[in-house]
């Protein structure tokens, strides 16, 4: 079944210790998206590709950053962990509009837990 | 940039009961408005999208509103059931050449009781 993949299902690093999550999409979909969701809040954009364009939310911290190697795949970076950024990490993906698509539905893959200790 | 917002925060109900959640947003432009439910350490699912060409929908137990004027849409769910129980989220989105970045409201606990 085409679906988003995310992995590891839960990561646990130490404080400043960088780390990366990773994104996978069997959808052949053109737009990736990283959202923030910390406990009992709704998720927070980071950013998102499209294809190969980065777009970054201008409140996003600095120390977020993403990778788009192919079309399958897209990593967040955590380049200096702190207390505040555990949370659920969700990849999603959409069509884009292309690939036959309806360019308007996310996917959200199962997330990521992160916990920094 | 665009700002959601969703009431009530908490809401409870007897099985078979209707439930209304409510969301209001702030950008004109936005022409995207789904619906997650999201059960706990779960991934938000997509229940029922609405686009702002269209002032209502329905997909069986679960319809969805639009008032433009207004700004505000609303999720309608009727003969509730204990399955039900879940965060709600409202979402407002423009859909670019570049992908639709989702806003999302702040949630909806739905508890169903027996």
């Given at each position: 079944d085409a679906m988003v993949i995310q992995n590891p299902r839960y990561q646990v690093t130490q404080f400043g210790k960088p780390v990366t999550l990773s994104c996978s999409q069997t959808?052949?979909?053109n737009v990736m998206y990283w959202y923030q969701q910390k406990s009992s809040q709704a998720p927070k954009l980071l950013f998102h590709y499209y294809d190969k364009d980065f777009n970054n939310e201008a409140d996003t911290p600095d120390n977020f950053q993403s990778r788009r190697p192919n079309t399958s795949f897209c990593f967040l970076d955590i380049r200096s962990p702190g207390l505040g950024d555990a949370a659920m990490y969700l990849c999603a993906t959409s069509s884009g509009g292309l690939a036959?698509?309806?360019?308007?539905t996310q996917y959200f893959g199962p997330g990521t837990r992160l916990l920094v200790l | 940039g665009e700002n959601v917002e969703q009431h009530p925060s908490t809401l409870s109900v007897q099985e078979g009961d209707s439930a209304v959640i409510k969301c209001t947003y702030s950008d004109s432009a936005s022409n995207y408005f789904p619906w997650y439910k999201q059960e706990l350490g779960k991934r938000p699912q997509l229940i029922i999208d609405i686009r702002s060409n269209v002032g209502e929908k329905k997909d069986q137990r679960i319809a969805v509103t639009l008032n433009k004027t207004a700004k505000h849409f609303s999720l309608h769910i009727t003969?509730?059931?204990?399955?039900?129980s879940a965060v709600y989220f409202c979402a407002a989105s423009i859909l670019t050449g570049g992908g639709n970045k989702l806003t999302f409201g702040t949630g909806t606990q739905l508890k169903v009781e027996l």
């Open positions: 959808l052949n979909h036959g698509g309806n360019p308007w | 003969e509730t059931q204990p399955e039900d």
